[in-house]
C-alpha cells in the first residue's frame, strides 16, 4: 500500500463542508484566514479503497435500493474480530443513519417520555440535543479530574440515582476527555448499570482512534454485558466518512433486539446503500494499514500540539489516549470562559468547541480537532502562544 499523504493540503472551502463553511456563522472566525478546530471530522482523504468503492457506483451509474448485505456485514464482523477481537454475530447488527440517530433510537427503543438518562459529564454535546428532544430528562453524573485525567466516582453516582433512569449513554474511548477506559473501569460501568437496573448505550465511534501505548476494550467483552448492553459502532469517525451517515447498533440480547427492531420498523429506518459500500471497501487490510498510519501521524500532532500549549502558563491539555481531539484546559489563567474564548476566536482566529456545551465540569475546556496536516497545528501552536503572550 502507497502511505497516504496526510501533509497534503485539500481544499476544503464551498465544499458545503460543515467544520469550514459554517464556522464564521458559528465561531465569527472567516474561513478566509481561520482555522477550523472545532467539528470532528478530519482534512484528511479516506483509504483509496473507499474512493475506488464511490467511483465504482458513480460509473455504473444506477443507485438503486441495496441488497445482499452478506460482504457488509462480513467486512463488520471481520473488522471487530481483527481489531479488537471481538466476535460479533451478523444478525445482531441494526443500520442507522449515523450514531446520534443510533442513539436517538436506543433512547426511543429502551424508554419513555419523562424517563431519565445518566451520562457521565463533560460527554459529547449531541446527546443532549437529541436526549432533550425526546423527552427525556438527563442526569449529568461529574467526572472527577484527578491529576489531570478524568475518573469516576460511583458513590457519587449511586447517591444521584431516584430510580427514574432507564438508560446510561456511554462515550468509550471518551469523547471529549480522551480517556480510554481500562477493563477494570469497564466492569465498574457495568456493575454501577446492574445495581440500577440501567440498559447500556455505549458509543464506542472512536474504537480505532487509540493512540500508541493504548488499547481499546469493547463493552461487549466485560462479562455480563450481553443482557443489558447496546454497542454502537461506526467507521465515519475512522475514515474520515461522516457524510455517509452509516452506523450500526449492535445489540446481543434478544429482548433488547426485538425492542430496537420494533422502533426501526415503526420509524421505516432503511439503509443508506453509498454508505454500506464505503463500509465494505473501508473495512479491509488497506483499511487497517491507513488507520494504523494515521494515528502515528495524530500521535505526532499531538506531542507538537501538547508542548505547544504546555508552553502558555496555566494552560494544559488533557493526555491524550484515544480520539483525535485535545481537550484543553485554562481554568489556572485566572481567565473567564468567555475571556478565553474571545481570544481563541479573535486573536488566534481558531474555531474550537465551546467547554460548557459538553455539560458539567467542562466550564473552563475548549476542545480543538488535531485531524489536519501538521502545517496547520503548527500554525494553531504559534497562533495560540500569540493570543495569550502576556501569560509567558
Given at each position: 500500500m502507497t502511505l497516504p499523504d496526510f501533509d497534503q493540503i485539500i481544499e476544503r472551502r464551498g465544499t458545503?463542508?460543515?467544520?469550514?463553511?459554517?464556522?464564521?456563522?458559528?465561531?465569527?472566525?472567516?474561513?478566509?484566514d481561520g482555522l477550523p478546530m472545532w467539528v470532528a471530522d478530519m482534512d484528511f482523504r479516506p483509504p483509496q479503497s473507499v474512493i475506488d468503492s464511490v467511483r465504482a457506483q458513480a460509473d455504473h451509474g444506477i443507485f438503486g435500493y441495496f441488497g445482499d448485505d452478506s460482504d457488509y456485514l462480513g467486512a463488520i464482523t471481520w473488522w471487530m474480530q481483527a481489531r479488537h477481537g471481538w466476535t460479533v454475530d451478523p444478525e445482531h447488527i441494526f443500520s442507522t443513519h449515523g450514531l446520534v440517530n443510533g442513539t436517538a433510537m436506543c433512547v426511543e427503543a429502551f424508554s419513555d417520555p419523562g424517563d431519565a438518562v445518566v451520562m457521565f459529564t463533560p460527554i459529547y454535546h449531541a446527546f443532549f440535543r437529541v436526549i432533550h428532544a425526546a423527552g427525556r430528562e438527563i442526569v449529568e453524573c461529574p467526572m472527577t479530574l484527578d491529576q489531570g485525567r478524568y475518573t469516576l466516582d460511583f458513590a457519587a453516582y449511586d447517591a444521584q440515582m431516584s430510580g427514574r433512569e432507564k438508560l446510561l449513554v456511554l462515550c468509550s474511548p471518551h469523547n471529549p476527555g480522551?480517556?480510554?477506559?481500562?477493563?477494570?473501569?469497564?466492569?465498574?460501568?457495568?456493575?454501577f448499570a446492574r445495581r440500577h437496573d440501567l440498559i447500556v448505550v455505549s458509543d464506542e465511534i472512536h474504537h480505532d482512534l487509540v493512540l500508541?501505548?493504548?488499547t481499546h476494550t469493547p463493552m461487549a467483552l466485560i462479562p455480563g454485558a450481553e443482557e443489558r448492553v447496546a454497542m454502537m459502532?461506526?467507521?465515519?469517525?475512522?475514515?474520515?466518512?461522516?457524510?455517509?451517515?452509516?452506523?450500526n447498533v449492535i445489540i446481543a440480547d434478544p429482548e433488547l433486539r426485538r425492542r430496537f427492531e420494533a422502533k426501526m420498523m415503526a420509524l421505516g429506518i432503511s439503509p443508506n446503500g453509498f454508505g454500506k459500500h464505503m463500509v465494505t471497501a473501508a473495512y479491509s487490510r488497506e483499511g487497517a494499514d491507513w488507520v494504523d498510519a494515521l494515528m502515528s501521524y495524530i500521535d505526532g500532532n499531538r506531542r507538537i500540539f501538547d508542548d505547544g500549549i504546555a508552553a502558555i502558563p496555566g494552560v494544559s491539555s488533557m493526555p491524550l489516549e484515544g480520539t483525535y481531539l485535545a481537550w484543553v484546559d485554562f481554568a489556572n489563567t485566572g481567565m473567564s470562559p468567555a475571556e478565553v474564548a474571545r481570544r481563541i476566536s479573535q486573536d488566534a482566529r481558531i474555531a474550537v468547541n465551546a467547554g460548557d456545551s459538553f455539560g458539567a465540569g467542562g466550564t473552563s475546556f475548549q476542545r480543538f480537532n488535531l485531524a489536519t496536516p501538521r502545517a496547520r497545528i503548527v500554525e494553531a501552536v504559534e497562533r495560540m502562544q500569540s493570543a495569550f503572550a502576556d501569560l509567558q
Open positions: 458545503h463542508s460543515a467544520k469550514w463553511d459554517k464556522m464564521e456563522l458559528v465561531s465569527g472566525v472567516s474561513p478566509d480522551g480517556r480510554v477506559w481500562s477493563r477494570e473501569e469497564l466492569g465498574d460501568i457495568l456493575d500508541p501505548g493504548h459502532t461506526a467507521s465515519t469517525k475512522t475514515f474520515n466518512l461522516a457524510g455517509m451517515h452509516t452506523g
